[in-house]
């Protein structure tokens, strides 16, 4: 008994189908932004892996004050030992900012 398909045809045939049901490439790469996004995220934000949960408003606010006047009272500092040069220098810190980057 002969088949109605060849290997061939059915070949070619479930190419055709499949062509047709899956989406274009070009269409996929072409409805994605090119680049990069970037989210900064507070400390204090619920979204930080550095938030407490079991800390209340007031709490939250005093550690806010504090890391401020720290931060304050280092730049000061920095400043008072700087000569006539124009420098910038990059010093590591707590920091209030968490950077999420996504390439």
Request: charged letters at 10%; proline letters at 7%.
């Amino acid at each position: 008994m002969e088949t109605f398909f060849s290997p061939l045809a059915f070949s070619l045939l479930l190419q055709l189908l499949l062509l047709a049901i899956l989406p274009n490439p070009t269409t996929i790469f072409a409805s994605k932004p090119l680049g990069f996004s970037i989210d900064l995220i507070h400390r204090d934000s619920s979204l930080s892996p550095l938030y407490e949960i079991s800390s209340t408003l007031a709490q939250r606010a005093e550690q806010a004050a504090l890391r401020f006047m720290l931060c304050s009272r280092s730049i000061a500092s920095w400043f008072a030992n700087t000569t006539s040069m124009i420098s910038s220098p990059v010093m590591a810190g707590p920091g209030e900012l968490l950077m999420k980057l996504s390439l």
